[in-house]
């Protein structure tokens, strides 16, 4: 459980109520799942939703960390005798890791230092008199510590050593660096330089050779782009804490907050240009170098932040686009010299046929003929072609063959192969299909996905599906986290059938472990289909709890029951029985019959445990039973003859399909085996701050060819259709060298970010991120 205090703080930041974060915790830590609170504790909750819930569980496991370590600070700090009540209540009362770490920092348990040496030499009584007064000449003061058995050889050792003992004393004291710490994060610049030599070898890098912005605002892409660099040997980073200077000034503003917090007072006593150069030693060799580490890991765990939630927005999307539907589906899986790939799946996703077609190599004939059969003999409605090498002219093929072949009249998509290869060669494949060659495994999961993208991607780790940016960059622990818990909420939302789910799918769904899932097929395969809810408490390992967190989110069409087709949970089932007998009508009368629910009020119907939210999901369910929440399915029409870089003119315009969202812009398939990039500066007539409020993964979209790099393999596009290609505005990614339109301009007082060449996060970007974005075909 938590204290009120950190209820009312959790509250605040979700605008919600202290006692709805209460209720909260204590359902999560009795083993309840999020997608299980916010669909069926709504009161309880007071209607928190998934992404507030998820907001809750991250903040809750980080007040838990600070409190578990105050605890523990509170406790060494008491055990030295030294804890005030002063200190205690300043511990209490922080929210902050680094804070604490401040604090606890004079009383932490470290290597002898410099100024520790000195304290055991007896020069302590040196520094306390020179710094409290500056009346005494030091020279002839220090000459009274001199003591070569102490390891104090003379006049300098003393004064070296009683200056150590100040500038360790002053680094430690938490709200000095406090102060220090505010000033460099508001007006501090990251700065990034070349390592000397490496100029050829890190072209890729080269809008960061000499560049510079604030340390707060730079964003996630560019600081990402930086550290890879300094990890990678090219550059170096630093900070300038006075970026508002061209030169260094004598006295930087950091040793003034120092002088000002010690009330430090110069005039020309014989020891002020000692204390003064205390001072100095203190900012240069102490407090900046400590805040410069400590403020670089802040800007790169807000970076890593950001990237990640770059990531599952985008992945939720590619999750919960629309499905084809369960037709049967033929999947093409392109290849040059060794052949299309080909497998049929039939409703129900099951492989029914499969074979491999040599169209491009001179057998296009043979190749016609031998899809055209299967087409024909399994009514074959879709033929989902995979966006890797050859797939235009795969395309192609297929529709020479419709042209040869009327009888084939089954619609045909480019579907994104991302992660194909990774599922091929999984376990899960292997098991599913264990005499199957790798490359037709990759067949099937093209057709599947385009008939149920989730289904099918959950198979694959969400980190192989090629929607992240600067994913590798990242913490993995808490991007696999963070991508685990976006797979389960679609799952979830979107509801599993019961009777046709793999393990993969199964071990998604709220409640379930992979043992579970695993012994629900078994259940299955050994009984045959799951007839009603109730039975799923006869599978191993699935007990009363399980069953409570999973029921909900699980399918049973054509079973005992209606109601287990529809995402009301069994403990429900009562209120639609008072429903039931009010309308005086049997259940598959009132369901999907809007006009039999229609004067009904959601009050009548509460009781002490089911209240006006689950009653009204309740009454919306029965209304329209097994509503899917994904859109309808659309697909981009890729331009006749556009199918290399090389067919490419600016000012064409085409359409495509979103594959990834960035902060920086979208990219976008266009059918020539290149993402070309949309600018954030182009997405809209509009400002826009997030490009996610314009498109999503998946979007079809209409956009015109700006600028095509060939060398650097880089198409600029723009979806503002009335610019034209050449104007003084080059979009990121395109390679252009004149100067992007300023979309995202400093605020006043600002300085703006400077380069040796190209702002920053325009051209030597897109080469930084051909790797993670651009496809490998």
């Known amino acids: 459980m938590m204290n009120d205090s950190l209820s009312r703080i959790i509250a605040s930041e979700l605008h919600a109520r202290a006692e709805q974060v209460e209720a909260a915790v204590r359902l999560l830590d009795e083993g309840n799942t999020v997608p299980f609170i916010a669909r069926y504790r709504k009161e309880v909750t007071g209607g928190l939703d998934d992404t507030q819930l998820r907001q809750l569980e991250t903040r809750l496991s980080y007040l838990r960390e600070l409190e578990e370590r105050r605890q523990s600070i509170l406790k060494s700090i008491d055990e030295q005798g030294k804890l005030t009540d002063e200190l205690a209540a300043a511990i209490n009362g922080t929210l902050s890791k680094a804070e604490l770490e401040d604090l606890y920092l004079p009383y932490k348990q470290k290597r002898r230092t410099r100024g520790q040496i000195a ?147 110069l005039n020309n006593a014989p020891a002020d240009s000692w204390r003064k150069a205390v001072v100095s030693w203190t900012w240069r060799i102490k407090v900046l170098l400590h805040l410069e580490t400590e403020l670089m890991g802040s800007v790169r765990e807000r970076a890593e932040d950001e990237a990640i939630n770059v990531f599952a927005r985008n992945l939720h999307d590619l999750l919960m686009a629309a499905p084809a539907g369960m037709r049967a589906t033929m999947g093409l899986d392109p290849g040059l010299r060794t052949g299309v790939k080909v497998a049929v799946v039939d409703a129900t996703g099951k492989l029914v046929a499969f074979d491999t077609v040599y169209p491009h190599t001179g057998q296009a004939a043979k190749a016609a003929a031998a899809v055209a059969s299967l087409c024909t003999k399994h009514n074959v409605e879709l033929v989902a072609i995979g966006n890797g090498t050859a797939s235009r002219e795969t395309e192609r093929f297929f529709v020479e063959l419709q042209n040869q072949f009327p009888q084939v009249q089954a619609q045909k998509v480019i579907v994104s192969e991302a992660g194909a290869s990774v599922y091929s060669a999984s376990e899960l494949a292997a098991l599913e299909f264990p005499d199957l060659d790798v490359s037709i495994r990759g067949a099937v999961s093209i057709a599947r996905r385009l008939q149920d993208p989730l289904a099918e991607l959950v198979k694959i780790d969400p980190k192989s599906i090629g929607v992240g940016q600067y994913q590798h960059d990242v913490s993995q622990s808490q991007l696999a986290k963070k991508l685990d818990a976006v797979v389960e909420d679609c799952v979830n939302g979107v509801g599993v059938d019961l009777n046709t789910a793999s393990v993969a799918l199964l071990m998604r769904v709220a409640g379930l472990t992979k043992m579970m899932a695993q012994n629900i097929v078994g259940w299955r395969d050994e009984n045959g289909r799951f007839q009603n809810r109730q039975q799923l408490l006869k599978v191993s390992r699935l007990g009363p709890k399980a069953f409570e967190q999973c029921a909900g989110f699980l399918r049973i069409n054509h079973g005992d029951n209606p109601l287990d087709a529809s995402t009301v949970h069994p403990e429900a089932y009562p209120v639609v029985e008072r429903i039931l007998a009010a309308t005086r009508k049997a259940l598959n009368e009132l369901v999907g019959d809007p006009t039999g629910l229609r004067n009904l009020k959601a009050v009548d119907f509460t009781d002490e445990r089911f209240g006006v939210p689950t009653v009204s999901d309740i009454m919306k369910e029965l209304e329209k039973p097994g509503r899917d929440p994904r859109p309808e399915f659309k697909t981009a029409q890729f331009a006749d003859g556009i199918e290399t870089m090389n067919d490419l003119l600016p000012g064409m315009v085409l359409e495509g399909s979103v594959t990834n969202v960035t902060n920086f812009g979208a990219f976008v398939d266009i059918g020539v085996h290149q993402d070309g990039l949309v600018h954030i500066s182009s997405l809209s007539d509009k400002f826009i701050d997030d490009p996610h409020k314009v498109v999503k993964a998946g979007d079809i979209v209409k956009v015109k060819v700006m600028e095509v790099d060939l060398q650097r393999k880089r198409i600029a596009l723009t979806m503002r259709l009335d610019e034209q290609p050449g104007e003084n505005n080059a979009r990121a990614g395109g390679g252009a060298k004149t100067a992007p339109r300023d979309n995202h301009r400093p605020a006043a007082g600002k300085a703006k970010p400077k380069t040796a060449s190209t702002p920053a996060g325009n051209s030597a970007m897109g080469d930084a991120l051909a790797a993670a974005f651009g496809k490998k075909r």
């Open 119 to 265: 304290i055991e030499a007896g020069l302590e009584p040196l520094a306390d008199t020179l710094w409290q007064d500056p009346s005494h000449d030091p020279e002839q003061l220090a000459a009274g510590f001199v003591d070569a058995d102490k390891g104090v050889a003379d006049n300098k050792a003393a004064l070296d050593g009683a200056r150590y003992i100040l500038m360790e004393r002053f680094a430690e004291d938490a709200s000095l660096l406090a102060k220090v710490r505010h000033y460099l994060w508001k007006n501090a610049h990251l700065v990034s330089r070349v390592v000397e030599g490496k100029e050829e070898a890190g072209a890729k890098f080269r809008d960061y050779f000499d560049h510079h912005e604030a340390l707060s605002s730079v964003p996630s892409h560019r600081a990402l782009a930086m550290f890879r660099g300094r990890n990678e040997g090219v550059l170096q980073l630093a900070l300038n804490a006075d970026p508002q200077f061209d030169e260094p000034p004598r006295e930087s503003q950091g040793e003034q907050i120092i002088s000002e917090h010690l009330n430090l007072r």
